[in-house]
C-alpha cells in the first residue's frame, strides 16, 4: 500500500495535521503515513467503549437469534469477553452462547469458557473461524479499526464472520481528538483516525452499512455496521447529529488543518517554556500522569518522566519541592490528585493544569 495513500480512500493525501499524521482533501479521513505496524496495539481507553457494549446487551432484542455466536478481536485480557458472556447467559441461557476470541495479545486460562485463537484475525484465521463457527451475531471489534494500517481488509473480514443480523460495534477515535488536549494521550501505535464520513466512505467499499454512531468522549466514539439497513430504524439521526457537529467544527475544511498544526506545534513550544520557568525556580522533576506511558504516546515532551495511574506509588519516593505534576490522564484526574494527597502527608504538591494553564498546590 502507498505510504502516502488515505487508508479509506486510497486517494493521494492532501496535507499535515500534525507531524505524520495527514489529512485526505476527499474524505477528511486522517492517517499515519509511516504506519508499518501491522500488529494491533490496544489501548485502555476502551474502557467507555465496554461499558457502552455492556449497558448495550441489557437493551438488545435477542428474540430474532436462536443460538448467538458473539466473537471478540482484539483484547487485551479475558474480562470483558467473561462480562459479554454472562450478562448474554443470563438474557437467554448458557447453552445458547458461544463466545470466540481472536486477539494475539493474551492466553486463555484452561477454565475458559471462550474458544480462543491467538491471533490476529487475517485472511487466514478468517476461513478458519468461518469453517468451524459459520458466521457471528455479534462481532466485537474493539478499536482495530484505529490501528490497523488496512482497515478495509479488516472490515472484510468481518463481512465474511457476518450474517444478515450481524451487528459489529467498533471504538474509534475521532477527528475532533486534533481539537483537544485529549491529543496528549495519543498513542504512537494509532494509525486512524475517524469523522463519520469516513467512516461511512470505509463502509460503502466493503458493502456494510454504517447504521449508527454515538460519541464515546470528546476525543472516540462507538458506531455499529451491519451488512443489513433497517429503514424504519431511526438511527441515522445519530450519524447526521455528529455531522452536525463535524461541520461546526470545520471538520470538512481544508484551511482548519493547517491551523490545528500550527496550533499544536506552538502549544508544545509553550509547555517546553513553561516547564523550563519551573526548573529554574526548582521544579525541575516535572512528571506528566498519562493513560500510556512514555514510550508509547505520539505526544513527547523533553526531559519529562510520564506515569500512568498505576505507578502512582512512585510518588513517595519524590520530593513535592522539586516535582511538577501534570496531569493529562482526565478522567481519572480526581482519584489521582486524592492519591498523591495521600502521599508526604504534610507537604504540598504542585500541579500545574493545562487546561487553565495555571499551577496550584494540594
Ligand atoms: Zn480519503
Request: charged content about 20%; proline content about 1%; some cysteine.
Amino acid at each position: 500500500m502507498n505510504i502516502t495513500a488515505c487508508n479509506v480512500c486510497q486517494k493521494k493525501l492532501y496535507g499535515y495535521v500534525y507531524k505524520d499524521f495527514m489529512y485526505c482533501n476527499y474524505c477528511f479521513h486522517i492517517n499515519k503515513t509511516d504506519n508499518i505496524l501491522t500488529e494491533v496495539k490496544n489501548n485502555n481507553r476502551l474502557d467507555n467503549f465496554k461499558e457502552y457494549i455492556l449497558n448495550t446487551i441489557d437493551y438488545l432484542d435477542l428474540n430474532k437469534y436462536g443460538k448467538l455466536n458473539v466473537l471478540v478481536i482484539n483484547d487485551i485480557d479475558s474480562i470483558f469477553i467473561d462480562k459479554v458472556y454472562k450478562k448474554l447467559s443470563n438474557k437467554i441461557g448458557k447453552y445458547n452462547v458461544h463466545t470466540v476470541s481472536v486477539t494475539p495479545h493474551y492466553n486463555s486460562s484452561y477454565f475458559s469458557s471462550h474458544k480462543h485463537y491467538k491471533y490476529s484475525l487475517t485472511d487466514y484465521i478468517t476461513d478458519i473461524v468461518k469453517n468451524e463457527y459459520g458466521s457471528f451475531d455479534i462481532i466485537l471489534l474493539n478499536d482495530s479499526l484505529i490501528y490497523t494500517s488496512n482497515p478495509k481488509d479488516l472490515l472484510e473480514y468481518c463481512k465474511r464472520l457476518s450474517n444478515m443480523n450481524t451487528i459489529i460495534l467498533c471504538a474509534n477515535i475521532h477527528t475532533s481528538i486534533f481539537h483537544s488536549i485529549d491529543i496528549l494521550n495519543l498513542t504512537r501505535y494509532v494509525n486512524n483516525v475517524f469523522n463519520t464520513n469516513s467512516l461511512k466512505l470505509l463502509c460503502n467499499n466493503v458493502e456494510l452499512d454504517l447504521i449508527s454512531c454515538s460519541t464515546l468522549d470528546n476525543s472516540s466514539f462507538v458506531s455499529i455496521l451491519s451488512l443489513h439497513f433497517d429503514k424504519n430504524n431511526t438511527v441515522v439521526e445519530d450519524i447526521l447529529d455528529i455531522l452536525y457537529n463535524e461541520i461546526t467544527y470545520n471538520i470538512y475544511n481544508k484551511s482548519e488543518y493547517r491551523k490545528i498544526s500550527n496550533y499544536w506545534n506552538d502549544f508544545i513550544i509553550h509547555v517546553t517554556d513553561l516547564l523550563n520557568k519551573y526548573s529554574a525556580i526548582g521544579y525541575n522533576n516535572p512528571i506528566f500522569i498519562n493513560y500510556s506511558k512514555k514510550d508509547d504516546l505520539y505526544f513527547k515532551f523533553e526531559n519529562v518522566n510520564c506515569i500512568t495511574k498505576t505507578d502512582l506509588h512512585t510518588f513517595d519516593k519524590m520530593d513535592p519541592d522539586n516535582t511538577l505534576i501534570i496531569i493529562t490522564d482526565f478522567e481519572n484526574s480526581d482519584t489521582i490528585k486524592q492519591t498523591i494527597k495521600q502521599q508526604k502527608n504534610n507537604k504540598k504538591w504542585l500541579i500545574f493544569d493545562l487546561h487553565k494553564m495555571i499551577a496550584y498546590n494540594i
